[in-house]
């Protein structure tokens, strides 16, 4: 049919071919630091470099360094 609109096949940009992989980028979820790391690692305290184990079920920012009383971090 000449003259179409261009779009390609059921209404798609010829132009965008499907490169990416979704929102979660095909890493996984055992990559550190971020929601549903896995059960391993530690929780470590960023002012005075405590570690403790991290505990499953229980997100690091919520725990206080044993030794300062600030918030930890998960790596």
């Keep these: 049919m000449p003259g179409g609109d261009r779009t ?3 209404g798609q940009d010829p132009g965008q ?3 990416g992989m979704g929102r979660g980028g095909g890493r996984g ?4 630091n971020r929601p549903g790391a896995g059960p ?7 002012q005075c470099g405590a570690k ?3 505990q499953v079920g229980v997100p690091c920012y919520s725990v ?6 600030t918030k930890m971090i998960r790596t």
């Design 40 to 46: 391993r690692g530690n929780c470590v305290c960023p």
């Design 29 to 32: 979820r055992l990559n550190g």
């Design 64 to 69: 206080n360094c044993p030794k300062c009383q």
């Design 8 to 10: 390609g096949p059921f």
């Design 52 to 54: 403790v184990p991290h």
């Design 17 to 19: 071919a499907g490169r």
